[in-house]
């Protein structure tokens, strides 16, 4: 599975920006997939995973409410709206598949490239 995200930028405090992750090179409705984050100088953690199905979803506590993961499985994408950006949002985010549901990076088996994401006035 080849996993391709988009939609990065530059964006002020209070804003939003909507993440995608193509997949593509596998039967991408039998994975679950998870967003996370990687910033300068920390470890990367997990921001938020949806289910197959998209029927399940769950979030980090510093971005619940404000970010909304979701996925179009006719397309083979998924999505990440983020909302009431911080700068502390300021990361590398990256799109991962797993046939496990899970927060862990180490259950995830196909990555993304990541996309930059930069809050700052």
């Known amino acids: 599975v080849q996993l391709q995200a988009s939609g990065g930028g530059l964006v002020q405090p209070g804003g939003s920006l909507r993440l995608s992750c193509a997949a593509s090179g596998g039967t991408f409705s039998n994975y679950h997939m998870g967003w996370f984050r990687q910033a300068p100088g920390k470890e990367r953690e997990f921001v938020s995973y949806i289910s197959k199905g998209g029927a399940a979803s769950a979030y980090s506590p510093s971005v619940d409410g404000r970010f909304t993961a979701s996925r179009d499985n006719a397309r083979n994408t998924i999505y990440l709206q983020m909302n009431d950006l911080k700068p502390e949002d300021t990361a590398v985010y990256y799109c991962?598949?797993?046939?496990?549901?899970?927060?862990?990076?180490?259950?995830?088996?196909?990555w993304g490239q990541g996309t930059q994401v930069t809050v700052s006035s």
């Open positions: 991962a598949a797993s046939r496990d549901v899970s927060s862990m990076s180490s259950r995830y088996d196909y």
